[in-house]
C-alpha cells in the first residue's frame, strides 16, 4: 500500500473555496475529468450539512500492462462524497475508484477549513491510499508506484486549475 499526502493554503475565505469546489471542473488543467454527474444532493435539517454523492468520469491511459488486464478501457469512474458543514466551516470529499477496483482500489479524502489564523485564508489537506488486490500483488510495487506519481501529478494540475477557478479565470461556461 502506498499513501500520498499533500496540504496547501488557499489566499481566499472558507466560502469562498467551498462555492468555488462546485466549478472546478471542467477546467483546462484537469482534462482528464470528463464528466461530473450528481446522483444525490440533500440538507441534513439538523445539522445543516449539504450532502452530495456525485460519478466523476475520468479519462487517462494506464501502464500497457495494466491496461491489458482492463480490456484497454481508458474511461474510468469513481464515487464521490462531500459533505459540507457551514456551521464548522468544514468540506470534506471521500472517493474511491469504481473501476478497475478489482485489480487497484483507491481511496482519497480532501478536506478544507477555515484558518483559525486567519479568517482570509482556507487550509486543504489532501489524503489519499493505494492499493493493489491480490490478483496483480507481484507487480504491486510498480502500479502502486505509478498511481503514487499520477496522483501526485494530477494533484498539482488540480490545484493549479482550482485556483484559476478562484480568481475567475477558469469556470466552467
Known amino acids: 500500500m502506498k499513501l500520498f499526502e499533500a496540504t496547501h493554503t488557499f489566499f481566499y475565505d472558507w466560502s469562498q473555496v467551498s462555492a468555488a469546489n462546485w466549478r ?100 486543504f489537506k489532501q489524503e489519499a491510499r493505494i492499493k493493489c488486490g491480490e490478483s496483480i500483488s507481484r507487480f504491486a510495487g510498480y502500479i502502486e508506484n505509478f498511481f503514487i506519481q499520477r496522483f501526485r501529478d494530477n494533484a498539482a494540475q488540480g490545484r493549479k486549475g482550482f485556483e484559476n477557478v478562484l480568481m475567475g479565470q477558469g469556470e466552467a461556461a
Open 24 to 123: 472546478k471542473y471542467p477546467n483546462a488543467n484537469c482534462p482528464h475529468v470528463v464528466a461530473i454527474d450528481v446522483l444525490d444532493r440533500h440538507v441534513d435539517p439538523e445539522t445543516g450539512v449539504l450532502r452530495t454523492e456525485r460519478l466523476i468520469t475520468c479519462h487517462q491511459t494506464i501502464p500497457g500492462m495494466l491496461n491489458r488486464m482492463c480490456g484497454g478501457c481508458t474511461i474510468s469512474y469513481a464515487r464521490e462524497v462531500s459533505e459540507i458543514d457551514p456551521q464548522n466551516k468544514v468540506l470534506k470529499m471521500t472517493s474511491c475508484n469504481l473501476s478497475m477496483n478489482h485489480l487497484i482500489n483507491v481511496t482519497e479524502t480532501v478536506t478544507y477549513t477555515e484558518d483559525p489564523t486567519n479568517l482570509s485564508r482556507t487550509l
